[in-house]
């Protein structure tokens, strides 16, 4: 894991403004399961170009390779913990509603990127994740023995990146597949 994501991979992946593909030293001569890792949200143009791109590069690939396509979304309820047992203390049942809630409106806006794509001839399975994105794709990958990722990431740079790092690099450090990172247009 450390030369396959050593510094000079992670170098490449913070600050290579095209698509960086890490092949893993054992990858198989296809890729049998393709993970495309995506984070719709119709309020932010950037990321859903971006999602489009991990997409398109995603069934193309599985459908020139004749692979498994996973399409992965994780998502949170934001301040459900909060809401849970901090200082602010509402009803589970407001609680579960908030929660139910937003996995409908995440849903929602997964399904609108996917019905653009050509998924009709291709094996696929789709995975809504509730939860941290840096923890559940790697276990997910692992679990369905993906053979490549296919992700998003803008990685800071300098300080910032240093210390807050980011859900990509995050990924990277703990999954043991081939990943092709894509960054936004105009990076």
């Given at each position: 894991r450390e030369k396959l994501f050593g510094s000079t991979t992670m170098q490449l992946?913070?600050?290579?403004?095209?698509?960086?593909w890490?092949?893993?030293?054992t990858q198989p001569q296809a890729n049998r399961r393709i993970m495309a890792a995506v984070d719709p949200d119709p309020l932010?143009?950037?990321r859903n170009a971006l999602n489009i791109q991990i997409m398109q590069l995603a069934t193309s690939l599985a459908h020139q390779e004749q692979s498994e396509l996973l399409i992965v979304h994780a998502w949170t309820a934001y301040g459900e913990a909060r809401l849970r047992g901090g200082f602010i203390r509402?009803?589970?049942r407001e609680v579960d509603k908030y929660v139910q809630e937003t996995r409908r409106e995440h849903?929602?806006?997964l399904a609108a990127l996917l019905e653009k794509q050509p998924?009709?001839?291709?094996k696929h399975q789709i995975y809504m994740l509730k939860g941290q994105a840096g923890h559940l794709l790697p276990e997910l990958a692992k679990r369905k023995a993906v053979d490549l990722m296919v992700m998003g990431t803008v990685c800071r740079t300098g300080v910032g990146g240093f210390l807050m790092?980011?859900?990509?690099?995050?990924?990277l450090q703990q999954v043991n597949c081939s990943?092709?990172?894509?960054k936004p247009e105009g990076f």
């Open positions: 992946m913070r600050k290579c403004p095209c698509p960086v890490v092949i893993k030293p932010d143009q950037t509402a009803s589970d849903l929602r806006h998924l009709a001839d291709l790092g980011n859900t990509a690099e995050n990924v990943v092709l990172a894509i």
